[in-house]
């Protein structure tokens, strides 16, 4: 799905020689092997942090009449 318009916009133009595979790029940067269980509770605690607590700071709405 992250790079669906990438592949397209590659494969429309006929350059096959661009396509890769983006899988285990960050691999080499693990320090510690952790459940994905684990992983993904902290993914959602950190989103919801940052919608919940901080997004106020950075968005202002306003409402027009």
């Given amino acids: ?5 990438l592949l397209h916009s590659i494969r429309t133009a006929g ?3 661009l396509l890769m595979n ?3 790029q ?4 693990l320090q510690q092997t952790r459940p994905a269980s684990e992983i993904l ?4 605690a950190d989103a919801s942090h940052l919608l919940g607590a ?4 950075r968005v202002q709405v ?3 009449v």
Avoid at 54 to 57: D, F, N, P, Q, V
Wanted: net charge negative; glycine share 8%.
């Fill in 1 to 5: 799905m992250l790079t669906r318009d």
């Fill in 15 to 17: 350059r096959d020689d």
């Fill in 22 to 24: 983006a899988a285990g």
């Fill in 26 to 29: 960050a691999s080499g940067m």
């Fill in 41 to 44: 509770h902290e993914m959602v």
């Fill in 54 to 57: 901080r997004l106020s700071e």
């Fill in 62 to 64: 306003q409402v027009a």
